[in-house]
């Protein structure tokens, strides 16, 4: 245990040591000070996605589109938050049921052209008939990059899910 003198002849020796060695302390705070900027940069140099989702959403244009303006869709929208360019090669769904199907938006295959995120585009968009999901049915959205990474987005609240598990289980 240490007792007050002992503390006591501790900070003595520190105070000796940096009125001593003043240049070494500058250093050390020096490169302290750099390693944090440093990690931070590399922080909000990488790519961060985020999934959103929208309902009841119906799609007006005047030149021709794929989709039919008297139907309501369900959109996913995936942005790259960070600086990092990064492609978007599948999205979908997991249903919330015992068998745990999965979905993948057929936006995903018949919609041409690659989808890289950039800083200067840095969104896309996943359309779906929303008659063909039944939202209360899902767990959760997903979204996979070039590299085979896996994004989710949870669509409904922690205990929601739990409720939903346990019906589940009571009703096998």
């Known amino acids: 245990m240490i007792t007050y003198k002992d503390f006591k002849k501790m900070i003595s020796l520190m105070i000796d040591n940096i009125q001593q060695n003043p240049v070494a302390w500058y250093g050390a705070v ?26 009841d959403m119906q799609i007006l244009s005047r030149s021709p589109t794929p989709y039919d303006s ?12 960070g600086k990092r360019p990064i492609k978007i090669v599948k999205a979908g769904a997991k249903v919330f ?20 995120l ?22 959760y959205l997903w979204v996979e990059d070039g590299t085979g990474k896996i994004y989710r987005k949870y669509v ?7 409720f939903r598990k346990l019906k589940l289980i009571i009703k096998d």
């Open 156 to 162: 409904h609240s922690l205990p929601k899910t739990i």
């Open 30 to 55: 020096i490169a302290t000070i750099s390693i944090v900027i440093n990690f931070l940069n590399y922080l909000k140099d990488r790519a961060v996605i985020k999934i959103r989702f929208q309902k």
């Open 118 to 139: 950039t800083e200067t585009n840095p969104s896309t968009d996943f359309v779906v008939e929303q008659e063909l999901i039944n939202i209360d049915n899902l767990e």
């Open 97 to 116: 049921r015992g068998d745990k199907k999965i979905m993948i938006f057929s936006d995903c295959f018949a919609i041409s052209g690659e989808r890289i």
């Open 70 to 81: 008297n139907k309501t869709y369900f959109v996913v929208s995936v942005i790259n938050k």
